[in-house]
């Protein structure tokens, strides 16, 4: 059963960071783009990140939502079958579930998505 689990959620003061992992099984993660998607307490969820495919004439270009630019970044090492959210310089409004989702290339709605995982940014 392919699926993509997330990892390295917690609580963080203000200013730190935290690196998200969001590891593949059961799919080969390079050929699919990886989106990485929050949600606040009370909020809808929205997305922050995303990197396409690496498979195929897929640049692997990212892309970053405006609340989150300049302050995370995203990657994927595909020999660990593993795409990775870089959080810096938090912020309490950056406290959230994240997930991480799989989807092939040209498709508009994700095929897979993780459990989520508790990200808490307080003092």
């Known amino acids: 059963q392919p699926q993509v689990v997330e990892s390295g959620g917690g609580l963080v003061q203000p200013g730190g960071s935290l690196r998200l992992s969001c590891t593949a099984s059961?799919?080969?993660?390079?050929?699919?783009?990886i989106g990485w998607l929050r949600q606040a307490p009370g909020k809808e969820r929205e997305g922050i990140s995303y990197i396409k495919s690496t498979g195929g004439s897929s640049d692997g270009a990212a892309h970053f939502a405006e609340s989150v630019k300049g302050r995370f970044t995203i990657s994927r090492d595909n020999a660990k079958n593993t795409a990775y959210l870089q959080m810096n310089s938090l912020k309490p409004e950056d406290t959230a579930v994240y997930y991480c989702?799989?989807?092939?290339?040209?498709?508009?709605?994700?095929?897979?998505w993780g459990q989520g995982t508790q990200v808490t940014v307080s003092s």
């Open positions: 989702a799989a989807k092939r290339p040209g498709k508009g709605t994700y095929d897979y």
């Open positions: 059961g799919l080969t993660l390079d050929y699919y783009a």
